[in-house]
């Protein structure tokens, strides 16, 4: 699938100019697309610092911004027409005209922030808000079934940023979602190291847990009848919370778990307080069922 997240990759993004081109490659280009022109010289120690710090930011823009780099040893009639008194320089072009631009070295957070204001001048996402408007459009498909389109949408995030762990977790969500558990856990199991204890990533895996238990959950009815005929029966006031879970009566499955917990916090080894936290672990930390249960839970922990 195909984001359209980069308009513009190698050689479209950053170019060298010359006196000759500098119209071309700058005036003309800036009619549709934010130009940064780096000024610099060999000589110049600053520059060489200063200049791939821009380059990388320009690079993460995805298109959203192009760069141009000026010889000023080469191109004097154009360092002294834009009267560049000392470099590094920056400047930033949109239509035609200078609307931004720096002296001397930054540090690369300033780098970035100027990088996020051209484009945001030139109307397109700043570097990662784009990223972020897919990741929103994929949990959309995701929240209404839409679980390949989902799926292939967070696959193709992915591929811009593989370690974007909101997107991996998501990919894993859309494979539980369809049924294919075992693929989730692979994919989850193969998430770069630097990720694999974020939250989205723990929500995944909770997600695949409660999906396993899901599978083999019993007949809320048979088990809810079993509970009342027995209220002390934990192990089917358990087994009546993993049914209504699974048949997605998720809040009356936490009040089930919080009620054992209430009778025997430490039945089955604290089974109850480990399963209400697998399910607030799979929800959104806002969802008000966590809310609620968290509350309940520490009300009754510290009583």
């Known amino acids: 699938m195909d984001l359209n997240l980069s308009a513009a ?35 110049c120690g600053p520059c ?34 834009l009267r560049i008194q000392s470099i590094p320089t920056v400047y930033a072009f949109h239509k035609g005209q200078p609307i931004d ?33 897919a990741i929103a459009a994929a949990e959309a498909m995701l929240e209404e079934g839409a679980a390949v389109d989902a799926a292939e949408t ?31 856990e692979a994919i989850l199991n193969g998430a770069p190291a630097r990720i694999s204890k974020t939250a989205e990533l723990e929500a995944a895996h909770a997600q695949i847990a409660l999906a ?9 009815s048979e088990l809810r009848a ?4 027995d209220p002390a029966d934990l192990q089917a006031r358990f087994d009546l919370a993993l049914a209504l879970h699974a048949s997605g009566q998720v809040g009356e499955a936490v009040d089930q778990l919080l009620d054992l917990f209430r009778r025997d916090r430490e039945w089955n080894d604290g089974a109850a307080k480990a399963q209400l936290f697998t399910i607030f672990d799979a929800l959104k930390p806002n969802d008000p069922v966590v809310l609620a249960g968290r509350r309940k839970l520490s009300s009754m922990i510290f009583a």
């Open 48 to 81: 060489k610092t200063l200049g791939p710090m821009l380059e990388d930011a320009v690079r993460a823009a995805k298109g959203a911004v192009r760069m141009v780099k000026v010889n000023v040893d080469e191109a004097q009639n154009i360092a002294g027409q």
């Open 212 to 220: 396993r238990q899901a599978s083999n959950a019993g007949p809320v």
């Open 154 to 184: 967070f696959a193709a995030i992915l591929g811009e940023e593989p370690e974007n762990p909101a997107a991996y977790g998501g990919l894993v969500r859309a494979h539980v979602a369809l049924g294919e558990l075992d693929k989730a």
């Open 9 to 43: 990759t190698g050689a479209d993004l950053i170019k060298d100019t010359t006196e000759a081109t500098f119209m071309a490659d700058v005036i003309d280009t800036s009619q549709e697309v934010p130009v940064v022109v780096d000024f610099w010289a060999p000589w």
């Open 226 to 229: 079993r509970v009342e005929a």
């Open 101 to 133: 631009g720096f002296q001397g070295a930054v540090p690369a957070s300033e780098v970035k922030a100027f990088i996020d204001r051209v484009a945001k001048a030139g109307g397109g996402a700043a570097p990662g808000e784009e990223l972020a408007e």
